[in-house]
């Protein structure tokens, strides 16, 4: 089994109008380093006010081929994928350190490139550890080309549309064509940003005198108040 904590690739130089329409125009297989194409969040509209996180946890797979599993799997360019290497399902865990909360999770195929390699049915598992996962979603489709979300509505309490996990499971349970092993060109998961606040709040009092006002000023959360980051 492959083992590696692996951090995500820093942001992109480019800065496209939406990621998708720009992955869809391009092969990546043509893609040189004068023109890169990034799977990098903060360039996607979808995804502004959640954090990518992802380097807070260590990735594992079931099996791949030799220089196509963690490391190519959370690269930033979908030219590079994990390819499995033996009997299905094919597993890809993901470790956070601790519980988490997950408000956004996706997987990135494309059929055109991988065709008997891409997945058709995946189940999504979470849990405490290895012995209590827990199935919360399952996707199954046709010809997928781009990002996949995986349904969180209802996984929470009180219908949430969120995942408090320390372990998240991804299965490939079928490909294309009957095709044996798999190929996965990018998974992300996210969790809402709270650390953006504004640098002061402003309050508005009206006073006895015509037209004016009293002013009280908030402050930013100093960084040690914030919730402890794993680093």
């Not at 320390?166 to 490909?175: F, G, T, Y």
């Not at 998974?187 to 009092?205: G, L, M, Y």
Request: net charge negative.
């Amino acid at each position: 089994m492959s083992n590696l904590p692996v951090s995500p690739s820093g942001p992109s130089t480019i800065e496209p109008n939406t990621l998708q329409e720009m992955v869809d125009d391009v092969d990546p297989d043509s893609v040189t380093e004068d023109d890169p194409i990034s799977l990098d969040p903060n360039n996607d509209p979808s995804c502004d006010g959640l954090r990518e996180i992802s380097g807070l946890a260590s990735w594992t797979v079931s099996t791949c081929k030799p220089s196509c599993g963690v490391q190519a799997l959370l690269a930033s360019s979908p030219s590079h994928f994990w390819q499995s290497d033996g009997p299905q399902p094919h597993l890809l865990t993901i470790h956070f350190v601790k519980r988490v909360t997950i408000t956004k999770m996706r997987v990135y195929l494309d059929f055109l490139l991988d065709e008997s390699y891409t997945p058709t049915r995946m189940q999504f598992l979470g849990g405490t550890g290895m012995h209590d996962l827990v199935q919360f979603a399952e996707w199954r489709g046709d010809e997928p080309r781009g990002w996949v979300d995986v349904e969180l509505q209802g996984v929470g309490v009180e219908g949430k549309a969120e995942l408090r996990a320390k372990i998240v499971q991804v299965k490939v349970l079928e490909n294309h064509q009957n095709g044996k092993d798999t190929h996965v060109r990018g998974v992300q998961v996210f969790a809402n940003d709270d650390r953006v606040e504004p640098s002061r709040t402003v309050i508005s009092e009206e006073t006895e005198g015509p037209g004016e006002s009293k002013e009280y000023m908030g402050m930013q959360k100093a960084d040690w108040m914030r919730e402890p980051e794993i680093r």
